[in-house]
């Protein structure tokens, strides 16, 4: 796992070992926030016994989502208050138990995993004061219908969680509502960015990167109706490359190509389905 600092008292973990899901700390004088726990307990052990060695413990942690690799370690923060959108509270109330069965059987490192629920809800927009600190969390539908961001105003950083990542991925989401929460974080005035997956975005490539990934969608999103169209099978959509759509293959050690025809295959079955009802 990666540890970075990218702003005063503010580290950034990188898994090592699931698609470099990231976890924040934002350290304050009263106590620290945390921003997703990362899947392995091996390593959130690791996020853990970092904020115990600064002399800090955990007020908040922020569950961004509810995919497994971005709540599984909040359970080892029983002394946390734990925050997320209300539809994160109900999609995990449906069917976290039964997904984390599911990947034990698969997965043994998740023995001891338990599902911790988020208790402090909201819908829009919610603001914490910590130790002087502003953070604002803001509804933030695209990637999934229940991710919010956190931004750490007077830091100019925002953890941008799964609606910002090296290729967008629109899989359970919305294609549209994803262009929206990509366009709300560009007005921000960011410094500092921090991905769901991958590298940290400093000042001089936010807003270019998240322009890179408006016209990734846009381009999806016209060259499967185009596709399909022109009568092409539901197969022949992969042709379709990620090059095409302005993005590389090469992050996440080429995990993006996967997710990117996943987006083709979830779109041009979408998309036949509303022009079969139309008919
Ligand atoms: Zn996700």
Known sequence: MKRDRISDGVYVFTSG???EVTATVIFTDEGAI???????????????DFIAQRRSKVLYVVNTHSHADHIYGTYLFPEAEVVAHYLCRRLMEKHAEAALAEAKRQTPQLAE???RYPELLFNEKMTLRVGGKTIELDYSPGHSRDVITVHAVEDRLMVASDTVMPVPYVVGGDLDDMIQSLLAIRQKGL???VQGHGEVLLRGEIEETLDHNIQYLKNLDRQVREH????VPRTGILGITIEDCGLSRIPLGGLVQKLHQANLLTLYDAYRTEMRARR
């Open 34 to 48: 945390l921003v997703d726990t990362l899947p392995f307990p091996q390593e959130t052990r690791q996020v853990r």
């Open 191 to 193: 410094e500092n960015l």
């Open 17 to 19: 070992l699931y698609a």
């Open 228 to 231: 399909i169209a022109r009568g």
């Open 113 to 115: 995993v338990r599902i």
